[in-house]
């Protein structure tokens, strides 16, 4: 028996053990939080067993010399041999059996494990299990292992990670990990977790579907579909959306596959993909055998690839009678924008036996932008509460659940039945309408509220202040409420995204605009104290001034400027980082470039790259040549741009096609 490693901190008397048992649960039920190779885990078993019983128990998971069984049993009651702060349990413990899953499955073993809390002295135990060569399930003595809290002082607390056996101690790196990455990783974690006060606002990852089922059929399709990866033909990271999207279709594959059971049903799931964008998702689907489509307002470049098989439509969706679908049981919406909140209603109207799911992303409402309500929420919680509410309204019974890609945008809700019976239809349509209208009402009130707002602006007199007849909100909608004709359509009002997608990535703004930003923020950097730890010891100095972060960046600038850059992706930092001869951003902070540390940090090129390169020299002039007070800090011909008119060479690019031709 030997400690391997214990962490010390201060913590409350009665917050740490709360956060203790926390943590371990968090250990138990998603091991795959700290251990980045496992998937999860799956409780086969739980219930609560007197401490007199833990021997007989057990014994059936002993094939070995009865008197070794005594040992193990002496450190679940003690501990460490020879610690006096530990006492022989009395009283009940809470047994379990889960199976823990590993990411990649390399054999078609079940990894099981034991644990034994021990509530009362902050101790729990855990034994893996292994199959024998009879193929029972024995405890791997080698590897049982411990957690104990415990109390220093009044404020001071301790948890520690020991083993019955550290000499034979078995390691994998996988579901048996070494036992310094229990010190170093595991135990630290436990620590962190034990002291934080904070609650997820979102139920656990994967808590609707088998998370075994899940990583088998994750693992098959992101091997099946790796390939998507090499002939990306977008402009998008092609590893992040491929293995988003597959993880998405596994996510829904397992959900219907689940269904099917549940209900009784041999055909597979038919679905349409409301905002589709790249298609993939679409396309893995139907490769899987559910019959569906997706439409969306643009086509992209990789729709070609997929071949007849996967149904594609360019369409600009309006939700209306038109965009209804009957014969669809489900409807996706994978980050689906302005579309969002109409996919509840579009389900709901489609038929009483439709079924939806949505993952929102960006935060709209019927007819616009979402504005937030509700200060003491994120506005993704708040959001994705909004969406939910909708799903009621429309008569469904919400689930949510949190899926594993590589996204921050990842809670997902689910609308698998109503909340309502099918003759009550008339009436839960009417509930519908009413609430869409008082949402929009809601929106044009916003935006007429922002309008007078940023046009009126204060006299200082109140006396001659004229009040708008908009300043009472219930006139204000009621007046409008006039103006919106009987007969519109339910969806009239709605804006759907434009075919042509904008440029927004500051490229577009007027180029006097991006000169005077960077020569502003420039200077600002100049005024600030040299940072030289970076410049060749055997070079000149050069002044390369200090650094900023964005927010001290964004307060040099007038308000009609970062107005400007708000209306921009990424805003002033891609505006930045677009001035990439001249700005070095990292970290959230900004610093000039300096050249001479670039040249030497430079690696080498591949050959088509080298070309291009060479190609691009000179063809643009010398920023700092032109604007800095003390030039360029490389010579004319060291420089990658030209330094004056007469250095200044021309380049014209040419695509595939034309260098083909």
């Known amino acids: 028996m030997s400690k391997l490693s214990e962490i010390q901190f201060k913590g409350n008397c009665v917050a740490v053990p709360e956060g203790f048992w926390s943590a371990i649960d968090v250990w138990l039920k998603k091991p795959n939080v700290v251990n980045k190779r496992l998937c999860g885990s799956k409780e086969e078993e739980s219930k609560v067993v007197e401490a007199a019983d833990i ?18 049993i002496y450190y679940l009651n003690n501990g460490l041999e020879g610690n006096n702060q530990h006492h022989t349990t009395n009283g009940g413990l809470s047994f379990a059996i889960r199976s823990i899953i590993p990411k990649v499955h390399l054999t078609e073993t079940h990894f099981k494990e034991i644990t034994l809390k021990d509530i009362s002295s902050h101790r729990v135990t855990f034994l893996p299990l292994e199959e024998n060569a009879e193929g029972h399930l024995v405890i791997k003595k080698s590897n049982i292992y411990q957690i104990q ?8 607390w301790s948890i520690s990670i020991s083993t019955l056996s550290s000499e034979s101690w078995f390691s994998d790196g996988v579901i048996y990990p070494k036992l310094a990455w229990l010190s170093t990783e595991l135990l630290p974690k436990l620590v962190k977790w034990s002291t934080e006060n904070t609650k997820s606002e979102f139920k656990s990852t994967l808590s609707l579907i088998p998370v075994e089922k899940y990583s088998h059929l994750y693992q098959k399709l992101k091997e099946k579909y790796k390939e998507m990866v090499k002939v990306w033909p977008e402009v998008t990271d092609p590893e992040k959306f491929v293995y988003e999207d597959v993880a998405i279709a596994t996510y829904l594959l397992v959900l219907w596959e689940e269904e099917r059971a549940e209900k009784g049903l041999t055909e597979k799931q038919s679905f349409v993909d409301l905002g589709c964008g790249n298609g993939l998702l679409v396309h893995i ?11 969306d307002v643009r086509k992209r470049k990789i729709w070609d690839l997929y071949g007849p098989q996967t149904n594609l439509k360019e369409c600009t969706i309006t939700p209306s009678d038109s965009f209804l679908f009957p ?3 489900w409807l996706i919406g994978n980050h689906s924008d302005e579309l969002t909140p109409w996919i509840p ?17 960006c935060f709209f409402d019927f007819y616009g932008k979402y504005n937030r309500q509700h200060c003491k929420k994120s506005q993704y919680k708040e959001y994705i509460d909004f969406i939910a509410e909708v799903s009621h309204v429309c008569g469904f019974e919400v689930e949510e659940d949190c899926l594993r890609i590589p996204s921050t945008k990842r809670v997902c809700l689910i609308g698998k039945s109503r909340s309502y019976d099918s003759s009550r239809e008339a009436m839960v349509d009417d509930q519908r309408t009413q609430y869409i209208k008082k949402r929009q009402w809601s929106t044009i009130a916003n935006v007429s509220s922002k309008r007078e707002t940023s046009s009126t602006e204060p006299t200082g007199d109140s006396s001659n202040t004229e009040r708008h007849p908009h300043d009472n909100a ?6 409008v409420e006039k103006q919106i004709p009987v007969t519109r359509k339910w969806a009239e009002g709605f804006q759907p995204r434009s075919k042509i997608e904008p440029m927004r990535n500051c490229a577009t703004l007027p180029r006097t605009l991006i000169d005077k930003v960077v020569l502003q923020v420039a200077n600002a950097l100049l005024l600030l104290k040299i940072d030289d730890k970076h410049t060749p010891s055997d070079e000149k100095t050069w002044n390369r001034g200090g650094s900023l972060s964005i927010k001290e960046v964004a307060e040099l600038l007038d308000k009609e400027t970062l107005q400007n850059l708000k209306n921009e992706c990424g805003g002033l930092q891609t505006l930045l980082k677009n001035s990439h001869q001249v700005f070095k951003v990292e970290g959230g902070r900004v610093q ?11 690696k080498p090129r591949l050959d088509h790259k080298r070309k291009l390169s060479a190609e691009m020299l000179k063809t643009q002039m010398c920023w700092f040549h032109t604007n800095h007070p003390e030039g360029c800090p490389l010579s004319s011909d060291s420089c990658s741009f030209a330094h004056g008119p007469e250095d200044l060479r021309h380049f014209s690019f040419k695509s595939k096609k034309q260098k083909s031709a």
């Not at 219930?474 to 007046?479: I, K, S």
Request: include cysteine; hydrophobic fraction near 35%; aromatic fraction near 10%.
């Open 55 to 72: 021997e007989h128990i057990l014994s059936a998971f002993w094939k070995e010399d009865v008197e070794d069984l005594k040992d193990v």
């Open 149 to 156: 809290l415990q109390s220093v002082n009044c404020e001071e």
């Open 285 to 295: 689907l139907s490769n899987e055998g559910h019959s569906g489509s997706g439409i």
């Open 327 to 329: 014969e669809t049981d």
């Open 345 to 361: 209603v579009i389900s709901a109207r489609s038929s009483y036996c439709s079924r939806f799911f949505v993952l929102p992303c």
């Open 474 to 479: 219930e006139g204000f909608l009621h007046e």
């Open 592 to 602: 000039m470039r300096d050249w001479r540390v670039e040249t030497i940090r430079r």
